[in-house]
């Protein structure tokens, strides 16, 4: 079987008032909380995927401020035992003023379906590891914290 890498890119957005903002998305299936962000195109750098990923998410425009963490420990995938995620999380800040829509309840999707997101603002006083899904989120949830 083949072994292969999954590089994610993600954007850590806190907002003037000390929120962290928050996807919720339906993957697979399942109900997850994730930073804003995803995978690395062949042929993009991490920043342009960054980019990208917030105008399709967003539909906003950011600034990368600066590096935050990359996974600095095996992880496998939680959709693919055979894949490896690495994860890059970049400070980032909006261009414009935030246009998209946000809730405050979790998983707060006009329908219940295969990829439907939803953003809410988490307060960085109060964020933990289990306001994230995914094991290196769960991570940073942790340094954001501190």
Not at 24 to 36: A, L, N, R, S
Request: include cysteine.
């Amino acid at each position: 079987m083949m072994k292969n890498f999954n590089i994610r890119v993600y954007g850590i957005l806190i907002n003037e008032s000390g929120f962290v903002l928050a996807s919720d998305e339906i993957i697979h299936g399942k109900e997850i909380t994730k930073f804003p962000g995803g995978g690395l195109e062949f042929g993009e750098g991490t920043i342009d995927c960054l980019k990208r990923e917030f105008i399709e998410e967003l539909g906003q425009s950011i600034e990368v401020v600066k590096h935050f963490y990359t996974t600095d420990f095996f992880q496998p995938s939680a959709f693919n035992k055979d894949n490896q995620v690495i994860s890059i999380y970049y400070l980032v800040k909006l261009i414009d003023k935030p246009k998209f829509k946000t809730t405050s309840l979790q998983f707060d999707f006009e329908s219940k379906i295969e990829g439907a997101q939803s953003f809410r603002w988490i307060p960085l006083q109060t964020i933990t590891e289990s306001d994230f899904t995914f094991p290196i989120d769960k991570k940073v949830a942790g340094m954001l914290k501190k």
